[in-house]
C-alpha cells in the first residue's frame, strides 16, 4: 500500500482560539480559562492525548481481531507530564512537551494475560500515534507571507 497523506487547514479566532478543519470536520482548539483562554475546546497538549486514545482504540480492536480475540472494547485511561516554562519562555533547561504519558489499557475481554501481553505489546509497536509521539518526526516549518506591506513615499 502507497503513504496515505492527511491534511488540515487551521485559521486562528483569537490568540488562543484555533479553528481545524479536516475532511469536513471541525475542532475547536482552546486554552482553559486558567491559561488565558475562552475554553471553547481541548487544549493543543489535550489533543495529543485524546489522538493517541483514540489510534490506541482503532489499533487496538484491529489487533484483538487478528488474534481472535473477541474485544467488547477499551477503556483506556492517560496523563502526561510537561513543564510549562519552556513555553513560557521563563526557562529553557526542560523541553516544551510531555516528559512522559502514561496509558492504562483496560480492554473488556476473556482473553489470557498470556495473550493480553501479546496483544498490548503488538499494538504499542503498529499505533502510529504512539510511534509520532515516541519517536522523532522530521518537522518542515515553512513560512509564508499572507499581506505584502506598502512601502511609506
Given at each position: 500500500?502507497?503513504?496515505?497523506?492527511?491534511?488540515?487547514?487551521?485559521k486562528s479566532e483569537n490568540a488562543t482560539k484555533t479553528v481545524v478543519k479536516t475532511r469536513g470536520f471541525e475542532i475547536i482548539v482552546d486554552e482553559p480559562k486558567a491559561l488565558g483562554g475562552g475554553d471553547a475546546g481541548a487544549n493543543p497538549v489535550e489533543y495529543v492525548l485524546a489522538a493517541l486514545s483514540?489510534?490506541?482504540?482503532?489499533?487496538?480492536?484491529?489487533?484483538?481481531n487478528e488474534l481472535n480475540i473477541e474485544l467488547r472494547g477499551i477503556e483506556i485511561s492517560m496523563s502526561g507530564n510537561l513543564n510549562p516554562n519552556c513555553?513560557?519562555?521563563?526557562s529553557m533547561e526542560e523541553r516544551a512537551g510531555y516528559k512522559n504519558i502514561e496509558v492504562i489499557m483496560k480492554p473488556d475481554c476473556d482473553a489470557s494475560p498470556e495473550i493480553l501481553s501479546k496483544w498490548l505489546k503488538l499494538v504499542e509497536d503498529r499505533c502510529p500515534v504512539s510511534d509520532n509521539i515516541g519517536n522523532a518526526t522530521p518537522i518542515n516549518f515553512k513560512l509564508k507571507?499572507?499581506?505584502?506591506?506598502?512601502?511609506?513615499?
Open positions: 500500500m502507497s503513504d496515505l497523506k492527511f491534511r488540515i487547514k487551521a483514540g489510534c490506541l482504540n482503532i489499533v487496538g480492536h484491529m489487533i484483538a513555553l513560557f519562555g521563563t507571507k499572507t499581506h505584502q506591506i506598502a512601502e511609506l513615499n
